[in-house]
């Protein structure tokens, strides 16, 4: 009786199982959660990121959990994505942002050290220093990141998601384009749970430093980057460049500026971010 009453057990919990997924058949997608930690994207940056900048060439010689990360955001459905907290999405954006840029590096590096051996035929293998992301042509338009079922470039993740949907200045103080110019890689993923301190955080950073920002008390000017200049109607938005500056600068800085202040753009610094 006993073997006849389990027997007739084990049918129905199969064919619960058979009606609610089908047998045979992977379960939805918006079944499996998302790793919102970003460990895989943590172990890249805690193994091959130091002082914000990027081991490349190791990170070429061991790309798994590169990679397993960018085939994990592959798979996120809008579905899922969709029922995701703001902070969620955008900390998402970021670290994909990010992890992309990496990865496109890694397509051509180590870069040619000749500008007759760099690839195209535009005047870029001059203009840029000989390591810089600038060298690969399209680095930023090609459509070369894959999640929510879409295919997208690098611009459309900054300018068409990050920035129309979100308009937090402080996202381009995340956004690292392989570069000396551009802020600091972390050496930790955006969190949803700490991204509002990570973002205060960059600014901060980005700004003290003189590359970036600095006050000429004999010429009454403030030098920034170029970055600022390049994105001014975002921070338009939130009162102004000058305005973001006093925030977010050093004390000494802030308090000597105002809305009248002079500024002068550095130039942007695309050597290539490398350890």
Same mark, same amino acid.
């Given at each position: 009786?006993?073997?006849?009453l389990?027997r007739f057990t084990?049918?129905?919990?199969?064919l619960v199982?058979?009606?609610s997924?089908?047998?045979?058949?992977?379960?939805?997608?918006?079944?499996?959660?998302f790793?919102?930690e970003?460990s895989?994207?943590?172990?890249?940056?805690?193994? *091959?990121?130091?002082?914000?900048?990027?081991?490349?060439?190791n990170?070429?010689k061991? %790309?798994? =959990?590169l990679?397993?990360?960018?085939e994990d955001?592959?798979?996120?459905?809008?579905g899922?994505?969709?029922?995701?907290? #703001?902070e969620a999405k955008?900390?998402f954006?970021?670290?994909?942002?990010?992890a992309?840029?990496?990865?496109?590096?890694?397509?051509k590096?180590?870069?040619?050290?000749?500008?007759?051996r760099?690839e195209?035929?535009?005047?870029r293998r001059?203009?840029y220093?000989?390591?810089s992301?600038?060298q690969?042509?399209?680095? *930023?338009?090609k459509?070369?990141?894959e #999640?929510l079922?879409?295919k997208?470039?690098?611009n459309?993740?900054?300018?068409n998601?990050?920035?129309?949907e979100?308009g937090?200045?402080?996202?381009? *103080?995340?956004?690292?384009?392989?570069?000396?110019g551009? %802020?600091?890689?972390?050496g930790e %993923?955006?969190l =949803?749970?700490?991204?509002?301190?990570?973002?205060?955080?960059q =600014?901060?950073?980005?700004?003290?430093?003189t590359?970036?920002?600095?006050?000429? =008390?004999?010429?009454?000017?403030l030098?920034?980057?170029?970055?600022l200049?390049?994105?001014?109607?975002? *921070?338009?938005?939130?009162?102004?460049v000058l305005s973001?500056?006093?925030?977010y600068?050093?004390?000494?800085?802030?308090?000597?500026?105002s809305d009248?202040? %002079?500024?002068e753009?550095?130039d942007f610094d695309w050597?290539?971010n490398q350890?």
């Amino acid at each position: 009786m006993q073997a006849i009453l389990w027997r007739f057990t084990r049918i129905n919990v199969l064919l619960v199982l058979t009606i609610s997924f089908g047998l045979g058949q992977r379960v939805p997608a918006e079944a499996w959660a998302f790793d919102k930690e970003y460990s895989k994207w943590s172990e890249v940056l805690e193994n *091959f990121v130091s002082n914000g900048l990027v081991d490349y060439r190791n990170i070429k010689k061991s %790309p798994e =959990a590169l990679d397993a990360f960018l085939e994990d955001a592959k798979a996120v459905t809008r579905g899922e994505y969709d029922n995701w907290l #703001t902070e969620a999405k955008i900390a998402f954006w970021i670290n994909l942002y990010n992890a992309e840029v990496v990865r496109t590096v890694l397509w051509k590096y180590p870069f040619p050290t000749h500008p007759l051996r760099r690839e195209g035929l535009s005047l870029r293998r001059f203009l840029y220093p000989k390591s810089s992301i600038m060298q690969i042509p399209d680095a *930023f338009k090609k459509k070369t990141v894959e #999640t929510l079922g879409r295919k997208f470039s690098l611009n459309k993740i900054r300018d068409n998601v990050l920035r129309k949907e979100f308009g937090d200045p402080r996202i381009h *103080f995340a956004l690292v384009n392989a570069s000396l110019g551009s %802020p600091s890689l972390r050496g930790e %993923p955006y969190l =949803a749970t700490k991204l509002d301190a990570q973002l205060e955080e960059q =600014a901060g950073n980005f700004l003290e430093k003189t590359e970036n920002c600095r006050y000429d =008390a004999a010429e009454e000017t403030l030098y920034l980057s170029s970055l600022l200049k390049t994105f001014k109607k975002d *921070f338009d938005k939130s009162g102004g460049v000058l305005s973001f500056v006093r925030k977010y600068a050093p004390r000494e800085t802030a308090e000597v500026i105002s809305d009248e202040t %002079p500024i002068e753009w550095n130039d942007f610094d695309w050597t290539l971010n490398q350890k």
